[in-house]
């Protein structure tokens, strides 16, 4: 503990949340309970359908049902911590429990990123190459997407902690966020932080705009097939199969995208609405966006439903 302490300093973290004002604390804490309680039973009930209902057990709703279980640990990984921090007076976190937080959010949030790449490619096989897409999109294949998608994630995430870990913490312990981000941590830092820059810049785009790119060609190429289709109905149908994956592709990196090109030192009611869409909001609408447009799902989901009344 001593040499922890001599290594870091600053024991524990204070995060400021989003709101300073005593009376907006209740307030924010019944928001973020019911968002986070919808997000635990509609990624559950995504889950328990689709295990559940043999029309379900194909490679897109394999790939839905990992990304519901993602979403579950992301969306744990913050809000409790918040949910605490609301009715708190000292809004603290430790240390370790500071680095802890951080790296599942990096680790969960890419392979976020991941699936939601790896579910346009399933898309693009479906759309563009259907005669094939039973032996592509073979269990073996998907079970190893999804193997990689989460082993890089967990050394990515992995990699920006121990770096961050190597740092020295002095005077200021107080992070301008609602959860231990990797930005407002190198901040504080009053040791060199210039090896994490270097790897947020070179290796950071790698795991989030890889994933970006690796759909927007899967959409290109779906809508050049979808385009070729002779009948408007023909198109709808081919295309509506896309519809829910591309609102939640969306959502999530339209959200991102647009944290990141805010200036780095505002901390600005619109930033934090941004980061709030797609750390919570988004995994709590996704069983929504899926089941609703989705015949399959909600029949799925109807069952399962009936079946817990009976």
Do not use: W
Request: hydrophobic share 45%; net charge positive.
């Amino acid at each position: 503990m001593e040499t922890a302490n001599q290594n870091h300093s600053v024991s524990e973290f204070i995060l400021l949340g989003l709101s300073s004002r005593p009376e907006d604390q209740v307030p924010l804490f019944v928001i973020f309970l019911i968002m986070y309680l919808v997000t635990i039973t509609g990624n559950l009930l995504i889950i328990l359908a689709i295990r559940s209902e043999p029309q379900l057990q194909t490679p897109m709703y394999f790939f839905l049902s990992f990304l519901s279980f993602i979403d579950i640990g992301f969306t744990t990984t913050i809000v409790p911590k918040m949910l605490v921090n609301f009715l708190s007076e000292k809004k603290t976190i430790s240390y370790v429990g500071c680095v802890t937080q951080m790296y599942f959010i990096y680790a969960l949030g890419t392979t976020d990123s991941c699936l939601l790449a790896v579910m346009a490619f399933d898309r693009y096989v479906a759309i563009c190459d259907p005669f094939h897409y039973v032996t592509t999109m073979s269990h073996q294949r998907c079970v190893l997407l999804v193997t990689l998608s989460c082993s890089f994630s967990l050394l990515h995430s992995l990699l920006h902690t121990l770096l961050m870990n190597r740092l020295t913490f002095c005077d200021s312990n107080v992070i301008s966020h609602f959860f231990c981000d990797i930005d407002a941590l190198l901040k504080l830092s009053c040791s060199s932080t210039f090896i994490n820059e270097v790897l947020i810049i070179t290796e950071g785009p790698i795991a989030l705009v890889t994933p970006f790119l690796c759909i927007v060609f899967s959409y290109i190429q779906i809508f050049i097939a979808v385009l070729k289709i002779p009948s408007a109905a023909g198109k709808r149908k081919t295309f509506s199969t896309c519809g829910s994956h591309l609102t939640v592709v969306t959502l999530f990196y339209g959200s991102i995208f647009y944290e990141i090109l805010q200036p780095l030192s505002s901390y600005a009611v619109s930033t934090r609405m941004a980061t709030i869409v797609y750390t919570i909001l988004s995994s709590m609408l996704n069983p929504f966006i899926y089941s609703l447009r989705n015949k399959d799902m909600k029949r799925g989901l109807g069952k399962l439903l009936n079946m817990k009344k009976s």
